[in-house]
């Protein structure tokens, strides 16, 4: 019934396009921060309806249609979330607020959903192999070895953040990466909840009740999570480092909106769920381990990682014991390839976040320690008149690319929220698939955007 490629033939869904190609919250904003939860700059302008009809591959997850996709999709899930405003609304807030939900605006979303879902999720289906025969027990030795596995080797993030010339700024990177799920932590699962499903609803309820910090607000676990942020300096407003979240992580985040939203998708929600319960306390434990060791002690508030380092476990086991089990018991084993299918697609998808955060590290480090030069900085006569305050929106490139500054000032960042000073004469070399983002600081500048000159082979 919603074909994608011949609602775009058919350009059914060409006005809605058009709609949030020029809706206000959508627009472009003008500096690195987002002030507001409900601006969500999404600049579709460039791409055309047609992008919907060629699903992204893990191949093509790191490029700039990629990001701005999943950005569209990850607003659309996000118009179910409510935010409120910290203080008073002032009027623009009151503009915002009725601006992102407004009615019209969460339709036009909302009918570019299924075609947005079928271009950012097609790639699980051909990555994962959920191939049996399955019984509860091969199932259980099967969670049981991936994760024993998994706990076998120390996290490579944790390595890495602490191996990083700029610690503090990697760990912080990777706090922005986790954010556009922790900040409303199990709201995937409160709309897995709406419905009468038997006993495992109430199991599915003793879980959520945890993660929503049994009604005591300093308890929730989006609130400890704020804790973090502020204790190690960063904003807790929502969407705050909005622009620095990468494809990886948004896709992470609304793939658990997908499978809580589409209710057949159920079952493969259980085996995800169980998934991320059950890696969560080795991780957690290093991560917290991490943050005092990179900003010291007393400097970090680590309660939302300790925290799930004990409650995971008995989610987990929850999990299994609570959900999985008396599901198949119930409607036999034929419910298991979708299980297996949604621990598969949180592994896949806790790699490739991985991958994506390590590479963005590896780039944000060499701009800082200004090893990521070009070998030639290209040709400046193509510099183009930019004045000061131009901003160069946080975006993917799709290959390598030079970012060359023939005069006056420029601030580079790759999302360690710290930018660096470019000047006349000086460039920066960016890896394909890696995000940056730039500014024009003094008086205005001359800047060359480009592909990087192939590398010469000796
Ligand atoms: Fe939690
Ligand atoms: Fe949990």
Redesign the pocket.
């Known amino acids: 019934m919603f074909d994608t490629r011949q609602l775009v033939a058919a350009e059914t869904l060409a006005p809605f396009w058009k709609g949030l190609q020029s809706s206000a919250p959508y627009r472009p904003a003008a500096d690195w921060l987002i002030s507001s939860p409900y601006h969500r700059p999404t600049d579709l302008s460039g791409l055309s309806i047609e992008a919907l009809a060629e699903p992204v591959r893990l191949e093509t997850l790191f490029t700039q249609r990629s990001l701005l996709l999943n950005r569209l999709l990850f607003n659309v899930y996000e118009q179910n979330n409510l935010y409120l405003p910290t203080e008073r609304f002032s009027e623009e807030d009151t503009r915002a607020f009725h601006g992102f939900y407004e009615p019209g605006f969460v339709a036009a979303n909302a009918v570019m959903r299924p075609a947005l879902e079928n271009t950012c999720f097609d790639f699980l289906s051909r990555e994962l192999s959920v191939q049996g025969p399955w019984t509860v027990e091969t199932l259980e030795a099967y969670c049981t070895e991936r994760l024993r596995a998994y706990e076998a080797s120390p996290s490579e993030t944790c390595r890495r953040v602490q191996a990083s010339d700029c610690p503090q700024e990697a760990a912080r990177l990777f706090l922005l990466q986790v954010a556009p799920d ?1 900040i409303s ?2 709201s995937q699962m409160a709309r897995a909840l709406p419905g009468n499903f038997g006993p495992v609803h109430s199991e599915l309820m003793k879980i959520f009740i ?2 929503f910090g049994y009604g005591v607000h300093p308890k929730k ?1 989006s609130t400890l999570f704020e804790k973090t942020l502020e204790s190690v300096g960063l904003s807790s407003r929502v969407h705050t480092y909005y622009y620095w979240y990468l494809p990886s992580s948004l896709v992470m985040t609304s793939y658990f909106h997908w499978i809580t939203s589409h209710k057949p998708r159920w079952f493969e929600y259980v085996g995800a769920l169980y998934w991320i319960e059950a890696v ?1 306390p080795h991780f957690n434990r290093q991560y917290s381990k991490l943050l005092k060791a990179v900003f010291g002690r007393d400097g970090v508030d680590t309660l939302y990682f300790d ?2 380092v004990g ?2 476990i008995h ?1 987990r086991r929850m999990a299994f014991d609570k959900l999985i089990r008396p599901m198949v018991q119930l409607y036999g084993e034929s419910v298991i390839p979708a299980m297996v299918r949604g621990i598969e697609a949180s592994r896949l998808l806790g790699d490739v976040a991985e991958r994506d955060f390590l590479a963005q590290m590896d780039f944000c480090d060499a701009l800082h320690s200004g090893q990521a030069t070009p070998a030639s900085p290209g040709d400046l006569s193509r510099a183009e008149e930019r004045p000061r305050g131009y901003f160069l929106e946080p975006q993917v490139c799709d290959r390598d690319t030079v970012l060359a500054v023939a005069q006056g000032e420029v601030e580079v960042d790759g999302g360690y929220l710290r930018p660096r000073v470019l000047k006349a004469g000086e460039a920066l070399q960016v890896p394909a698939g890696r995000m940056v983002g730039a500014r024009v600081v003094g008086e205005g500048a001359r800047l060359f955007v480009g592909a990087a000159p192939p590398a010469v082979r000796g």
Do not use: N, R, T
Request: charged letters at 40%.
């Open positions: 922790f932590e199990a945890d993660e676990h969560v925290e799930h409650i995971d989610h």
